[in-house]
Each structure stands twice: as structure tokens, then as C-alpha cells.
């Protein structure tokens, strides 16, 4: 796949993380008009207009095939500079330094936080709609009832960042965003209108709240080095 493709039109670069249902992700972009497209590369992460990171599964084989593939830095590089980047579940998960479920198996550490197994009296793994709460200052996140199906949580919002929370047998992180990154625990290519909204507010909106941030690459020199 050539990267300079990837980079424009506004088409939706999906990393295969080996560990989700790329096919749901697909047809959810599909339905709102986009192109998705399965990133090849690091050049293709570096030049992606939007790029999404899924998951469902085990921390420890996303993250062994992000850096099988040699993706860590590059994924790290867009998030570190707020460019549209939309993290699924597990995606999540693996922007964080580590989870529970991995010890000794750090993530790509974008976000300061720790995933640990959900408790209480809910039961693991949550797998059902649930509802969010999410604060007004938040640009993609609304309140709703959502897809989710997750053994491990985030306890606190990340500093810095914006977030929605759930309960569970006890509360856990539901998203979180600032810039043009979004990252949902829950599932919105699986939530039905919510979710399909909250995916068309961030296509449409990313750009713009990167840009707001200081954070988009000059378009020119990105073409450049793509």
C-alpha cells in the first residue's frame, strides 16, 4: 500500500493490532461514507490523516505485535502530538504504560496509567451495553448507553486529558480525549447510533481540536515526507 495514498482524502488508516475484529471497525467507517484502509507501515501510521487502533483480547500479543511490526514509535509520535488517533477497547489499553493482565510488559506509555482487572460485584468480563457519564467540556465524548466487553479498566482519567466513566461492580474509565485522540473503552462500532455519532463527531472534528492544540503537522511538510 503506498503511504502518500494513506495521507490523503481523508481516507481511515485501521492498525491491524492482530487481536481485534478489523471487519466490525471497517464497516463502521464504511457506513459513515469513509474508506478504511489496513495500514502496511510505520510510514503509513506517520502519514494516516486518521488512524484507529483496535483491540480485543490479551495486552501482551497486542503489544508483541506492535513491536514485531516495529509500529511502538510511531504510534507514540501521533498521540505525543494530539494528531486524530482514535483508540478501541484493548487500543485503549495498549496507550497506556502497563496493564495487570501483562506484568513486566510495558505499553507504549502515551498516557500515564495502569489497567487492572475490574472487580466489585460486576461480572468479569463485562460484556453488554452499560451507561457513561461524561462531562460537558468534553468535544467527542457524550453520555449514552454503550457496547462493552472488557475484563481490565483504567481507575482514573489520565491528567491532562478529558474523560467519561462507567460503573462496573465499581467505576472505571470510559474514554478519554484531548486534542484529535480519542481513546473509548467501550465499543462504538458496536453501539448502534451512539457509537456510529460519536465516530462521525470525531471524523469531523479531530482535525480541527489537533489543530487547536498546536498539534497538526504542517500539511506541506507532511506531504513532503510521505
Known amino acids: 500500500m503506498n503511504a502518500a ?8 488508516g485501521i492498525v491491524p493490532t492482530g487481536v481485534a475484529n478489523l471487519e466490525a471497525v471497517r464497516s463502521a ?34 503489544m508483541a505485535e506492535l513491536r514485531r511490526r516495529g509500529w511502538e514509535d510511531a504510534l507514540r509520535r501521533r498521540v505525543e502530538s494530539l494528531r486524530p488517533t482514535l483508540g478501541i477497547c484493548l487500543g485503549l489499553q495498549l ?18 496509567g495502569r489497567a487492572v482487572r475490574l472487580n466489585g460485584a460486576g461480572r468479569v468480563p463485562q460484556l453488554g451495553w452499560n451507561g457513561i457519564a461524561a ?60 457509537g456510529a455519532a460519536l465516530l462521525n ?4 472534528g479531530a482535525p480541527a481540536a489537533a489543530e487547536a492544540s498546536g498539534a497538526m503537522m504542517d500539511r506541506a511538510r507532511m ?4
Not at 506517520?46 to 500479543?61: H, I, K, N, R, T
Not at 463527531?201 to 469531523?204: D, I, T, V
Open 29 to 62: 467507517f464504511r457506513r459513515l461514507g469513509r474508506t478504511p484502509r489496513v495500514l502496511n507501515s510505520a510510514a503509513d501510521i506517520e502519514c494516516a490523516e486518521y488512524v484507529v487502533l483496535p483491540g480485543v483480547g490479551s495486552f501482551a500479543d497486542g
Open 135 to 194: 462531562p460537558t467540556a468534553a468535544v467527542f465524548l457524550r453520555p449514552g448507553i454503550v457496547y462493552f466487553a472488557n475484563s481490565y479498566r483504567l481507575e482514573e482519567v489520565p491528567a491532562g486529558w478529558t474523560g467519561a466513566t462507567g460503573r462496573h461492580g465499581t467505576r472505571f474509565v470510559a474514554g478519554f480525549e484531548r486534542g484529535g485522540v480519542l481513546a473509548c473503552q467501550f465499543h462504538p462500532e458496536l453501539s448502534g447510533r451512539i
Open 223 to 226: 506531504a513532503a515526507a510521505c
Open 5 to 12: 495514498r494513506i495521507g490523503t482524502g481523508g481516507e481511515v
Open 201 to 204: 463527531r470525531w471524523l469531523e
Open 95 to 112: 496507550l497506556c504504560d502497563a496493564s495487570d493482565e501483562a506484568p513486566g510488559i510495558p505499553g507504549l506509555g502515551c498516557v500515564s
